[in-house]
């Protein structure tokens, strides 16, 4: 297996090592959503079948939206609605 190029979305960095909040493929593009500071979430994207993430835009998530200014409506909405049932998931593991 092919280790993943990391490009850094900031300072901090995404450490594309790490499993990410949540995964998601439209259209032959992979999408991954890892945790920020705060609302921050960070989107990284790479063709389907290829290593290289490209860090795409840093997200501001509010528990039921996303924005994300440089992504389109549909790839907004795909990743809101997968955030959600993340969040969802995680209540229900958790017992809240």
């Not at 297996?1 to 032959?28: K, R, T």
């Not at 993430?53 to 996303?66: A, F, K, N, V, Y």
Request: glycine residues 8%; proline residues 4%; aromatic residues 6%.
């Amino acid at each position: 297996m092919h280790e993943p190029v990391i490009n850094e979305l900031s300072s901090d960095g995404v450490n594309y090592e790490e499993a990410p909040f949540v995964a998601l493929e439209l259209e032959g593009i992979e999408y991954r959503v890892d945790t920020g500071h705060g609302s921050a979430v960070a989107i990284s994207q790479r063709p389907l079948g290829t290593w290289n993430w490209t860090p795409t835009t840093e997200g501001r998530w509010d528990g039921s939206r996303l924005r994300a200014k440089c992504l389109t409506h549909d790839v907004n909405s795909a990743l809101a609605e997968a955030l959600s049932a993340r969040m969802r998931d995680c209540d229900e593991r958790s017992g809240a």
